[in-house]
């Protein structure tokens, strides 16, 4: 497996998912730039970082933005380069929300920052880190998407137009950066027990019901196919789904 010689950008990397993986990657030996939105955020990301360092011995940088918005993915960038240089090594597109509700009674408000959150950050943050990457002609990146972008779900209209876009943006970007050193892939979870999900909580003996294997998942389960993904060196454009045979 490879090990890119450079540091990882996580974006929704305070809790759930996202600190599993920075869990991982310093684990796998580099240092994270851990994205946060909300205020109440950065002690987490602090505790993350305290846990990390002891554990790994990796640096964790702190960089708040709402990646939903084009300006705000520039300042997470920018502080990643000024804490550690221009060696982005590894992206991954992992912050994520959802309304749970029929398209009818979304408010644009919702469809917005959902297709914001989802989606757009992903397209973002690829341009933005893209070029550091030319220059080294050597990158992984990988977006976090969701078997909602491999079926449909009720009540997860926009959320599922969105990781099908995120699936879309793997499969086309990892065709257009590839010449130049750089995979794209992407990793689609299936139901894993998250602070997001645990506000549908009622869903999660349906969910256990319909894996052939009788399992929920866990953030760690994801963390490492990411992990896996980043360092594959033959892996480029593909769409992998940890997911307990939810979606087969």
């Known amino acids: 497996m490879k090990k890119y010689d450079g540091y990882a950008i996580v974006t929704g990397g305070a809790r759930g998912m996202g600190a599993a993986i920075c869990r991982q990657l310093a684990k796998d030996g580099y240092d994270i730039v851990c994205n946060y939105v909300s205020d109440s ?105 969701s078997i909602g972008g491999m079926t449909g779900f009720i009540r997860q209209t926009t959320y599922c137009t969105t990781k099908w876009g995120m699936n879309g943006l793997t499969k086309a970007l990892a065709k257009e950066a590839g010449p130049h050193g750089i995979r794209v892939n992407a990793v689609a979870p299936g139901f894993i027990i998250t602070d997001m999900t645990l506000e549908n909580k009622p869903a999660f003996e349906s969910y256990r019901a319909a894996s052939p294997i009788g399992m929920l998942g866990e953030p760690e389960y994801i963390a490492e196919a990411v992990s896996y993904v980043v360092g594959a060196e033959f892996m480029t454009g593909q769409v992998i789904s940890p997911n307990g045979g939810l979606v087969i």
């Open 41 to 145: 955020s950065l002690a987490k990301v602090e505790a993350l970082a305290a846990e990390i360092a002891e554990k790994y011995g990796r640096k964790v940088i702190a960089a708040q933005g709402n990646v939903a918005k084009y300006e705000e993915c520039e300042k997470v960038v920018n502080t990643a380069v000024a804490a550690l240089g221009e060696k982005i090594a590894v992206l991954v597109n992992n912050a994520g929300v959802t309304v749970r509700a029929e398209l009818v009674d979304h408010t644009i408000d919702d469809i917005e920052r959902v297709l914001g959150t989802n989606l757009m950050a992903g397209i973002y943050m690829c341009k933005l880190v893209l070029p550091y990457m030319y220059k080294q002609n050597t990158g992984s990146i990988v977006n976090v998407t």
